[in-house]
């Protein structure tokens, strides 16, 4: 397994779904993980399933969308773990609706927070980096900033930047010793998902769960803790080769629909 002893990592809404499972992989792979999460009360649940498996991680609360409390966080880190080497800007929310049924507001928050906040924590954390000789960024993507999904408009649009903010710094550090690379998901198995559903669809959640588990040609939703291998592997020295790269984990929904 690849190792991030003695490095430290920040993980954007690392309290839960995909953020969680990353927190706990770098943690058991040797990193100081500081969690940037608006939810105390999962970060906390984290933060100790962290400690009792051995690994050391700490809250920071931090709202992405405002820049001042992205400072107070990094401030935090720093203080406690001297460093940053690595930023995964995994905090986002969701949106449906098209071109036409998208309010005006919620086009608003998703951008917010989704393409601002990525921007803001990346203005005030790559700093950090240059200054320590180096660092790897890993931003939370998805395919829906590449492929053609149906009443995803605001979400696909802030995706489609994440995916080019993307390219942009790995572009623009290569000579400051960082690389920036992002992960594009399928659906993901997370809580979000249950309480869509349990939302959505009370009267057949399981039906409609097998069907959108189907939606991936091999037949299942992804687990966040795959997720998390790949994020490991993306932001340790064995991935030292690639930048500026963006990984389908995606059970072959980009490639293998017929």
Not at 77 to 86: E, G, W, Y
Not at 108 to 129: E, S
Not at 213 to 228: H, L, T
């Amino acid at each position: 397994m690849s190792t991030l002893t003695d490095k430290t990592a920040i993980v954007t809404g690392g309290g839960s779904g995909i953020g969680r499972a990353i927190s706990e992989t770098f943690a058991a792979a040797g990193a100081n993980v500081a969690i940037f999460d608006l939810d105390e009360a999962a970060a906390g649940d984290t933060i100790a399933a962290i400690a009792e498996a051995g690994g050391n991680a700490i809250f920071c609360s931090c709202d992405v969308s405002d820049s001042s409390s992205i400072q107070t966080a990094v401030d935090k880190t720093v203080q406690a773990f001297s460093k940053v080497d690595i930023l995964v800007n995994n905090a986002g929310i969701a949106n449906i609706g098209t071109a036409t049924t998208t309010s005006e507001e919620d086009f608003d928050r998703v951008m917010k927070v989704n393409v601002k906040g990525v921007y803001q924590c990346l203005n005030t954390i790559l700093p950090k980096m240059v200054e320590a000789g180096g660092g790897v960024v890993l931003n939370m993507s998805s395919i829906a900033a590449i492929s053609a999904l149906k009443d995803r408009f605001a979400y696909s649009a802030s995706k489609g930047a994440v995916h080019t903010m993307t390219l942009s710094v790995a572009a623009d550090y290569l000579d400051d010793n960082i690389r920036c690379n992002a992960i594009c998901p399928a659906r993901v198995h997370t809580p979000f998902v249950d309480g869509y559903l349990a939302k959505n669809y009370p009267d057949n959640k399981e039906e409609m769960f097998e069907k959108l588990s189907k939606v991936q040609p091999i037949g299942r939703m992804c687990k966040p803790e795959e997720v998390a291998k790949l994020a490991l592997y993306l932001c340790s020295d064995d991935s030292s080769y690639i930048t500026g790269q963006a990984f389908n984990i995606d059970g072959g929904y980009m490639n293998l629909r017929v």
